[in-house]
């Protein structure tokens, strides 16, 4: 039983950064995986990125990969999405979600926040 909520979406311009963070609750945080996944208007749900719960274990889209980067703070029961070299293709709604396993399926997460808006105007 974890609730997430994201924070730090807003409007950037193209090649500017942002940082997304999300917040969860419960004790049992730390032994989660937790992923970042997005979508933007009329397009499947894609996946971004996930960390393990350990932090030793992370996968990237191939589209992000170089620009973003997964961290998280356990004591703080928070991950982070650092977004750098922002592009118009990176515009859609982000999630976060918390599963069992570190993975690029939508189906292991079994908790999802309600996302944040990202908008990158050219």
């Known amino acids: 039983q974890v609730q997430l909520v994201e924070s730090g979406g807003g409007l950037v311009q193209a090649g500017g950064s942002l940082r997304l963070s999300c917040a969860a609750s419960?004790?049992?945080?730390?032994?989660?995986?937790m992923g970042w996944f997005r979508q933007a208007p009329g397009k499947e749900r894609e996946f971004v990125a996930v960390i393990s719960w350990s932090g030793g274990s992370l996968l990237y889209a191939d589209s992000v990969k170089g620009r973003f980067t997964i961290s998280r703070d356990n004591a703080k029961n928070t991950v982070y999405l650092q977004m750098n070299s922002l592009e118009p293709e990176d515009t859609a709604v982000y999630y976060c979600?918390?599963?069992?396993?570190?993975?690029?399926?939508?189906?292991?997460?079994?908790?999802w926040g309600q996302g944040t808006q990202v908008t990158v105007s050219s």
């Open positions: 979600a918390a599963g069992w396993r570190a993975t690029t399926d939508a189906s292991w997460y079994d908790h």
């Open positions: 419960g004790r049992t945080f730390g032994r989660y995986a």
